[in-house]
Structures are given as structure tokens and as C-alpha cells.
């Protein structure tokens, strides 16, 4: 199983900030995965993250507001930019198990609560 | 895109007795359908998965069934014990498509004593 190391945990800001997550894995993985969870709600895919080209977004996520980037095959970082309150949730990085296996493990998730 | 709903969205039962949790999905051509157990404050942990050429899997106190006709498919938790408690996640994705999974709504189970 891959170990996920999310940073930061958690942090509190102010409206109109950015904040930039780190996510890094413990093995190379080609697609990382990022996903919010507002609070008492379920998990929904922001966008996925792969190596060598742009993230590729859900519908209702663009870039502008949720920029991400992925230097290399362990690594990546997504940034919510221009906060307001409605952006306060739990950020999740994932990665997929194996190659075939549809199974995703997470990072422990980055708490954002906006002021 | 795929759509997959969850019911309930909260259930109550004794130490001992069963629960079961239910899910629909939309996109036929999904094939993977895990179960996700997530506690207050941490991560989603995979409990359980089955894929769409199997009907049931089971594991020691868990179980999950797929009715690929309807579209659906359902966790079973027998002899529930307090340590259950937590909200599952069900979620569905097609892993020669990019997979992506779509998660349910997730339900908040609760094991009394």
C-alpha cells in the first residue's frame, strides 16, 4: 500500500487568500487524484493530476480557482485560490493501488476552514 | 457521468444485529464497486470491493452483493459491534476509463449497545 503524506493538515484563512496543499507519495504512481469533502457531505473528484501534462478537471472545478501542479511522478500540490467561506472542506490527495485495480488509497485529507 | 445514490443516509442498530446499506448506480459500463469506511477525522479506508463479473464477495463479518441488471449493489454487516460505527461510502468507477471514482452519499451507521 502507498503511504500519502498530506501538508498542511489543517490551517484557518481568511477570505480572499490562496493556500497551497502538498501531497507526497511514497512510490511513483502515474495519476494522483484530488478529491474535497465539505463538511458531513460525501467525496467529490476535483480533478486528476498526472505527470508530464495538465490536470484534467471535473465539471463545476476549473483551473483558475483549483490550480494544480505535478513535477514529477511522487509529488503534486493543488492550491485553492481567492477563498471564501464555501471553500472550507477537507481536501483529499489519492492514488491508485495498482495499475488495474480501480482501488484508491488516501492521504489523511488537509482541513481548510475560511474566515 | 456516473451517478450512484445511497441509501440510508442514517441507521441505527443493536450490538449483534445486521446492517445493510444500499447503492444504485447509472453508468452500465462501470465495473468497479468498492466500499469505503470512514471514521471521524480520518481518511477513507477501503473495506470491501467487488467487481462486476462476481455477484457476491464476502469477508469475515462483511459482505457485498451486485445485481448488475439493476444496477445495483449492497455491503452487508453482520454481528455489528460498536468499533463498525463510522460512515460508509459506497462508489462506483470504470477502470479501463481514467478510474475515477464516483462516490454515494455515504451513510452514518451507529452500533448501540
Known amino acids: 500500500s502507498a503511504v500519502i503524506s498530506q501538508k498542511p493538515s489543517r490551517d484557518i484563512c481568511q477570505r480572499g487568500t490562496s493556500l497551497t496543499i502538498q501531497c507526497q507519495v511514497d512510490?511513483?504512481?502515474?495519476?494522483m487524484f484530488w478529491y474535497r469533502q465539505q463538511p458531513g457531505q460525501s467525496l467529490t473528484l476535483i480533478a486528476t493530476?498526472?505527470?508530464?501534462?495538465?490536470?484534467?478537471?471535473e465539471s463545476g472545478f476549473v483551473i483558475d480557482k483549483f490550480p494544480i501542479s505535478r513535477p514529477n511522478l511522487t509529488f503534486s500540490t493543488l492550491t485553492v485560490s481567492n477563498m471564501s467561506p464555501e471553500d472550507s472542506s477537507i481536501y483529499l490527495c489519492?492514488?491508485?493501488?495498482?495499475?488495474?485495480?480501480?482501488?484508491?488509497?488516501f492521504g489523511e485529507g488537509s482541513r481548510l476552514t475560511v474566515l | 457521468g456516473e451517478n450512484v445514490e445511497q441509501h440510508p443516509s442514517t441507521l441505527s442498530v443493536q450490538e449483534g444485529d445486521s446492517a445493510v446499506i444500499k447503492c444504485t448506480y447509472s453508468?452500465?459500463?462501470?465495473?468497479?464497486f468498492p466500499w469505503y469506511k470512514q471514521e471521524l477525522g480520518k481518511r477513507p479506508q477501503l473495506i470491501i470491493d467487488?467487481?462486476?463479473?462476481?455477484g457476491e464477495k464476502k469477508d469475515q463479518r462483511i459482505a457485498v452483493t451486485l445485481n448488475k441488471t439493476a444496477k445495483h449493489f449492497s455491503l452487508h454487516i453482520t454481528e455489528t459491534q460498536p468499533e463498525d460505527s463510522a460512515v460508509y461510502f459506497c462508489?462506483?468507477?470504470?477502470?479501463?476509463?481514467?478510474?475515477?471514482?464516483?462516490f454515494g452519499t455515504g451513510t452514518q451507521l451507529k452500533v448501540e449497545l
Open positions: 462508489a462506483a468507477s470504470f477502470t479501463g476509463g481514467g478510474n475515477k471514482l464516483t
Open positions: 512510490s511513483q504512481v502515474t495519476m
Open positions: 453508468d452500465s459500463a462501470s465495473n468497479y
Open positions: 467487488i467487481r462486476s463479473n462476481v
Open positions: 489519492s492514488v491508485l493501488a495498482g495499475a488495474y485495480t480501480g482501488e484508491l488509497f
Open positions: 493530476a498526472n505527470q508530464g501534462s495538465e490536470a484534467t478537471y
